[in-house]
């Protein structure tokens, strides 16, 4: 897209999303039981880049030719999906955000930097990361994973160190369409379409899609996929993950809005958010000093026959 990019692999993404990105690196946080292993580079976005259960890899891995945002699951903070000609309005100014992807900013500001470790146990681990330049207020950003005996919960927390500040949050997962070890996994197979990754969910709604890739604000009947689109859900989101004869992902949280993308041959990916993409400026969560954003998502993880 840009034809001079910075060096700096965590500046080059901010001018351009497919900006060479140079994949997992700095320290590797391993959580696991007998049953479930995941693995998190607080370097790389503070991205999943493993999630294994019953000894199946369900996350897309990363190769050369991937880019910041095609792999693992990473959060997306403070801002999801696209935000609309990379300006943020708010309390009667607008603020330019960095356009990667124009005309608009795309998802966040996670691989803006390396994130901080703050604790890890077994199966427990949280991690950090200041919110500063080019976000016009200071603040920080938590994310939170927690594995037990049946799946996983993540957590984000987004915080204000003073001002308030308008903010969206969620998770940005490509699960692999076929699953196998992670040797496998990693070449990113097409396989028998009886072994299909095959994905399901009942939402209340679709955000309209308008032409310039943002939801137009009005709600529609949800269409048949493939999908590039955003759901919403009255009673919290939900959606089912089967690897056929495999795994089973439940997939949950109380944010009413779902991201469903599933044109890649090899992968889908299926966000939890804390509203549809621009939601910064359409229908912003307000980060106060006593109310920070916070959303959670649920994966259940279980054998399938």
């Known amino acids: 897209m840009n034809s001079v990019l910075d060096t700096n692999p965590y500046l080059a993404v901010r001018q351009a999303f497919d900006a060479p990105w140079d994949g997992p ?7 696991n039981n007998s049953q479930i292993s995941l693995a998190v580079y ?51 100014k607008a603020y330019s955000l960095p356009m990667n992807k124009p005309p608009h900013a795309l998802h966040g500001m996670a691989c803006f930097g390396p ?37 996983l919960t993540i957590t984000l927390t987004v915080k204000t160190a003073g001002e308030a500040f308008p903010a969206a949050a969620g998770w940005h997962p490509w699960f692999a369409k076929w699953t196998g070890d992670t040797d496998y996994v990693a070449v990113a197979p097409i396989g028998e379409a009886t072994d299909k990754l095959k994905v399901s969910f009942d939402a209340d709604w679709q955000e ?45 949280s109380e944010t009413s809005s779902m991201v ?38 649920r994966w259940e993880l279980n054998t399938e026959k």
Do not use: H
């Open 42 to 92: 607080p370097e790389d976005g503070c991205r999943m880049t493993s999630l294994n259960a019953f000894g199946y890899e369900l996350l897309r891995q990363w190769n050369p030719a991937r880019r910041a945002f095609q792999y693992g699951c990473f959060p997306m903070i403070p801002w999801v999906g696209r935000m609309g000609n990379a300006v943020l309005n708010y309390a009667s």
């Open 25 to 31: 690196k700095g320290p590797k946080v391993i959580l």
């Open 260 to 297: 469903v993308f599933d044109k890649q041959p090899d992968a889908a990916c299926i966000e939890p958010l804390s509203g549809p993409p621009n939601c910064v400026n359409t229908a912003p969560i307000i980060v106060m000093v006593d109310k920070p954003l916070v959303i959670s998502t």
């Open 208 to 252: 309209e899609p308008g032409d310039n890739e943002l939801p137009t604000g009005k709600r529609i009947a949800p269409r048949p996929g493939p999908w590039d689109d955003c759901f919403g859900f009255n009673q919290g989101m939900s959606a089912s993950l089967v690897w056929p004869g495999k795994v089973r992902l439940s997939m949950s």
């Open 115 to 151: 994130w901080q470790t703050i604790s890890v146990t077994p199966e427990v681990a949280e991690f950090s990361v200041e919110l500063e330049q080019p976000w016009p207020w200071k603040g920080q950003v938590v994310q939170r994973f927690e594995l037990d005996s049946t799946g």
